[in-house]
């Protein structure tokens, strides 16, 4: 199957500029780079994708079974709705085009409305915490970009999202010899997609099912997180496979110790007199089995019964006694108290939060997590880290972009490349944990204001405490040097009028005071 957009077609023989080179061209995706020139033929590919992609499916899908461990999904869960804030007030991602220069107006807020219609197709304000929670265990997101191929220009119809076990890319690169050496002459980008996975000998197998899309109408977005042994792209954590293993075990070895040492057992001592040694094993199973009742629940059908049939390991110890003056004795086996696991399980969560790199301390049991009150480094650190994670998310959006305004002929390609590094995307935050920061930083800054101000006019100027103190730029010194000149002259004003009003007062409450001695007679004598 071949897909046409942005007037290329899969399988055109064109020879690409500036691609004849000693070393391959790396890119920010991960490739299976076959040496051929021809489509998937299972003869020259079938065993490089079953050896060079099992890796990475075996990754993502202990990725996935990790995540369902409940201290991961918890951390997990944390990191995610801290990096998405999702509000029926605002939307989750707004853009940015402050930065770019030398654009008009009417074309900026274009860009604008698309990426609001972007944000629609992928319906982000509703499911932009499954896409970004997806993004983050797997490592990689992808979507086909569906488009009408008939009225390209109408933009993006749908994105539909694939399974990154079910799609690779593919790059077939064409080596000829030059002097002796390998140059790499021609590349060829593809995606193969089969629905029963790409590793699956079902798929490289069945060749007639596997799909071939061009690298446009792919958006592809990674973590950015990369494993050169491995040659794959690796999730967050990746990190967290060896504790959350850890833990589990030091879990399961306390669940079988309580099963098996914990519960309190009987030992019952039964006097067999002369009996024959042949028959004792007989008579006390013959006393086991008349005094025994063993309590079973059915969690099918909810039922409590009584069973005899079954003799556990677990329950009443029955040991024949011969001879002596003692006779039958039933006594006590206390069950085990010395294991206690939960030392090591706190140690291997907290290890499991600082290789996810979230705060302990949002987990502790009885501690009230309060913004604003104090911002700790592991604090600071969490909150630069999910910054970091929305910058790479942002690749998302910036791919889909791209192909919304040149498809719309909104920009060209040349002129996108050149403004693409001025595209910000800006998250909705956690209001209460970002003005705590802000609050903090801005108090430090007064802090060094009034520390400097003995010496404003002596030793240094104005700017400097703009410079220095307040850490502004040129345009905010500008700004809100002219706000505050704006505000003096406002109460400069308002002080004149206010001392004219008292001045009109006074004039007034005098030539009352002149009226009433005026109009004052003295009595007659």
Not at 34 to 62: C, K, N, W, Y
Request: glycine share 4%; aromatic share 12%; net charge negative.
């Amino acid at each position: 199957m071949n897909f046409k957009i942005f007037g290329y077609t899969f399988g055109a023989n064109e020879r690409p500029q500036g691609l004849s080179k000693f070393i391959t061209p790396d890119f920010s995706e991960p490739t299976v780079d076959l040496q051929s020139s021809g489509f998937v033929s299972p003869s020259s590919t079938q065993f490089q994708l079953t050896t060079m992609i099992r890796g990475e499916h075996d990754a993502i899908a202990q990725y996935r079974d990790i995540a369902k461990q409940a201290e991961v999904d918890l951390a997990v869960e944390e990191i995610i709705t801290e990096m998405v804030v999702l509000s029926h007030e605002k939307p989750a991602v707004e853009l940015n085009l402050d930065f770019i220069r030398g654009m008009s107006d009417n074309t900026k807020l274009e860009i604008i409305d698309e990426f609001t219609n972007i944000l629609g197709l992928l319906d982000f304000n509703y499911k932009g915490h499954n896409i970004t929670k997806r993004w983050f265990v797997d490592g990689r997101v992808n979507f086909l970009v569906d488009i009408d191929e008939k009225n390209p220009q109408n933009g993006i119809r749908n994105l539909q999202y694939i399974d990154p076990q079910k799609i690779k890319k593919i790059r077939d690169i064409e080596k000829k010899i030059v002097d002796g050496h390998y140059l790499v002459d021609n590349i060829k980008e593809y995606y193969i997609y089969n629905e029963n996975g790409i590793d699956s000998a079902q798929a490289t197998s069945n060749v007639a099912n596997t799909v071939t899309f061009t690298p446009e109408s792919i958006v592809h977005a990674n973590c950015g997180l990369f494993d050169p042994d491995l040659n794959i792209i690796i999730s967050p954590l990746a990190v967290a496979v060896r504790t959350v293993n850890s833990l589990r075990m030091v879990e399961e070895s306390g669940i079988i110790y309580m099963m098996t040492r914990a519960p309190e057992r009987r030992i019952f001592y039964i006097d067999v007199g002369n009996t024959p040694k042949s028959k004792i094993d007989q008579y006390v199973k013959e006393i086991a089995d008349k005094h025994r009742t063993k309590i079973l629940y059915d969690p099918t059908t909810g039922k409590v019964r009584n069973d005899k049939r079954y003799l556990a390991m677990t329950e009443d110890f029955w040991i024949p006694r011969q001879g002596g003056s003692r006779g039958t004795e039933i006594a006590t086996l206390p069950g085990g108290t010395a294991f206690d696991n939960g030392p090591q399980l706190d140690y291997f969560k907290t290890q499991l939060w600082d290789a996810l790199k979230v705060p302990a301390s949002r987990f502790q049991q009885n501690a009230v997590y309060t913004h604003g009150t104090q911002t700790t480094s592991s604090e600071l650190r969490f909150y630069r880290y999910i910054q970091t994670l929305r910058l790479q998310f942002s690749r998302l959006f910036l791919e889909i972009l791209k192909r919304q305004l040149i498809l719309k002929g909104i920009v060209a390609l040349e002129e996108f490349e050149e403004i693409k590094d001025n595209i910000y995307f800006k998250f909705t935050t956690d209001n209460y944990f970002a003005e705590a920061v802000e609050a903090e930083i801005w108090q430090n800054r007064f802090a060094n204001l009034n520390a400097i101000d003995p010496y404003l006019g002596k030793l240094v100027g104005s700017k400097f405490a703009y410079k220095k103190c307040l850490h502004f730029t040129d345009e905010d010194i500008k700004e809100y040097s002219a706000d505050a000149a704006a505000w003096f002259q406002m109460n400069v004003n308002q002080s004149v009028e206010q001392q004219n009003a008292l001045q009109q007062a006074s004039n007034q409450l005098e030539m009352q005071q002149q009226e009433q001695m005026q109009q004052f007679q003295p009595p007659q004598v």
